[in-house]
């Protein structure tokens, strides 16, 4: 097979292929190419979407091993939009060959992977693998989680206002009562005493209003 036929009906040189080969040789290399052209995008990230095409290889593949590949797979290789790659796989040390597509977004490379059940999806502008994480990322950039909702605090509540008093029932209280008044020369006396203690008359007998000693009547025999 010589550099100036085609491989598969397409214008992958055997050089060039040569090279894709070399480059899965070194572990997590690989490559991503357009397979009509043989050019290797530049930007957005590469992901397989069809796992029923993919085929594994020990390590290291070569020029006919990809060749093979692309003769087997030219029907889904011409569709529009798909790339042809590979991929060395440094837990195993196998080399991936698959069809793939590239896409605009690292979010959309992600959901594409997920669906096909992906390990990783291709970074062409870093050269980087990145794991597809086996759930979506439903956080919003920007957006914290709300905390739990604490109950809410009671008002104080408010005093109480006895209700103004109508007119012409005014109820006296102990604090409303006015103070008594003392007449002018007169001592105030104890609630709990007497006014005034009753006169003891002569011979021990008190006075009263009630009592009175009756006229002094003298006998006929009397002296």
């Known amino acids: 097979m010589s550099d100036d036929i085609t491989v598969a009906k397409n214008e992958l040189t055997v050089a060039r292929l040569a090279e894709l080969a070399a480059a899965c040789d070194v572990p997590d290399g690989g490559f991503t190419v357009d397979p009509i052209t043989g050019v290797t ?10 796992p029923q095409y993919e085929h594994v290889t020990d390590a290291p593949a070569t020029a006919a091993d990809l060749a093979a590949y692309l003769t087997r797979h030219a ?4 569709v529009a939009g798909r790339a042809f790659g590979g991929w060395h796989n440094p837990d195993n040390g196998r080399v991936y060959l698959d069809v793939s597509i590239v896409v605009p977004t690292l979010a959309e490379a992600l959901d594409h992977g997920r ?25 919003t950039p920007g957006k914290e989680t709300p905390a739990e ?18 007119p012409g029932n005014h109820a006296r209280s102990a604090t409303s009562r006015p103070p008594k008044q003392t007449p002018a020369g007169r001592k105030p006396t104890p609630n709990n005493k007497p006014a005034s203690t009753p006169k003891r008359s002569i011979g021990g007998r008190p006075s009263s209003p009630t009592y009175r000693r009756s006229p002094m009547t003298r006998s006929p025999h009397s002296r």
Request: charged share 15%.
């Open 115 to 139: 669906a096909a059940r992906q390990l990783s999806v291709y970074d062409l502008a870093t050269g980087a693998c990145i794991d597809v994480p086996a759930e979506p990322v439903t956080a």
């Open 75 to 78: 029907p889904i290789l011409t």
């Open 41 to 50: 995008p530049r930007a957005g990230f590469a992901v397989s979407v069809h």
């Open 149 to 166: 909702p604490k109950p809410p605090i009671p008002a104080p509540r408010a005093e109480r206002t006895p209700p103004p008093c109508p």
